[in-house]
């Protein structure tokens, strides 16, 4: 282990064991500093290419005070990770459009739940838990030796989640899942594979690839509903957050005997479910870190 991973492992413990038992004022006075004077500067080529991707994606706003509102948001959601179950049991938590959530599973529907890294996206899959639906998580396992994965793996056990590894030994399961509509599959759809965001598309000519083809490849076998979905940070004093979970109108992919295009036609609705989400709240989406 080099001397700065060292460094950044031990200020991360640190900082953990502050968010998890301090009060939520000072756990969020604590992040909003490091958001301030520590994450821009450990990350400086990714604030860099956070700054020239706005100017393409919103030119309404300005660089300098998007990029700061987003290195806020980010670093808020990467500190309270062992706290976020406490920010929904403090009544912190509302929603917004979950009646067509609890219709369908009502009805036993196979869903597909296809969140975004807006605000806070695991208080998204804690808030569908909270209204009694289990929920299965599809994660990238992290190795046994890195603490910022394996705390979230704890937390998102202890929040009540099935994790399923990503990848082919996932499939399966997850396939079995959606169909018997026992639990929800919570899918996080832009993520980052490689440097690379793999959705929303956003005017890149390149195809749209990763979770978001494979949420609706799901769907299309398992006959799912897809239930677009994020968490947002609502304005408001630091010391006092807030959160609404949005759940958007549910998509249905084409079930016909031409799969190409189902999917296609598929893929082109949930991104464009999506797009707008990600446009309005730029400023709290995590992937424009990467964006390029």
Excluded: S
């Amino acid at each position: 282990m080099t001397p700065r991973r060292w460094l950044v492992g031990g200020f991360d413990r640190g900082v953990a064991a502050a968010m998890r038992h301090l009060p939520t004022p000072a756990g969020q006075a604590l992040a909003g500093a490091i958001a301030r004077h520590v994450a821009p500067r450990l990350y400086p080529r990714l604030d860099a290419m956070a700054r020239a991707a706005v100017p393409r994606l919103r030119p309404d706003l300005a660089p300098d005070a998007a990029v700061a509102a987003l290195w806020d948001a980010t670093t808020r959601t990467a500190c309270e990770v062992p706290c976020y179950i406490r920010l929904h049991d403090e009544g912190r938590v509302t929603m917004r459009g979950e009646a067509a959530l609890l219709a369908l599973h009502r009805d036993r529907r196979p869903v597909i739940l296809a969140g975004l890294h807006l605000g806070n996206w695991e208080i998204l899959g804690l808030a569908a838990h909270r209204l009694d639906i289990p929920v299965a998580v599809v994660h990238d396992p992290p190795p046994a030796a890195e603490f910022r994965g394996q705390l979230l793996v704890r937390e998102r056990l202890r929040a009540g989640a099935r994790l399923l590894p990503l990848g082919r030994e996932a499939t399966w399961p997850a396939l079995r899942a959606v169909r018997e509509g026992r639990e929800i599959l919570y899918m996080l759809v832009d993520e980052v594979t490689e440097g690379r965001v793999m959705a929303p598309r956003l005017g890149r000519a390149a195809p749209l690839g990763g979770n978001l083809v494979q949420a609706v490849k799901l769907a299309r076998l398992a006959g799912a509903a897809i239930l677009p979905a994020y968490a947002l940070r609502l304005p408001g004093p630091a010391g006092d957050p807030r959160f609404e979970a949005c759940f958007l109108p549910p998509i249905e992919v084409p079930r016909t005997a031409d799969r190409a295009a189902d999917v296609a036609a598929g893929t082109a609705a949930l991104d464009a479910a999506i797009t707008p989400a990600v446009l309005r709240h730029l400023e709290q989406w995590f992937p424009l870190l990467y964006w390029r």
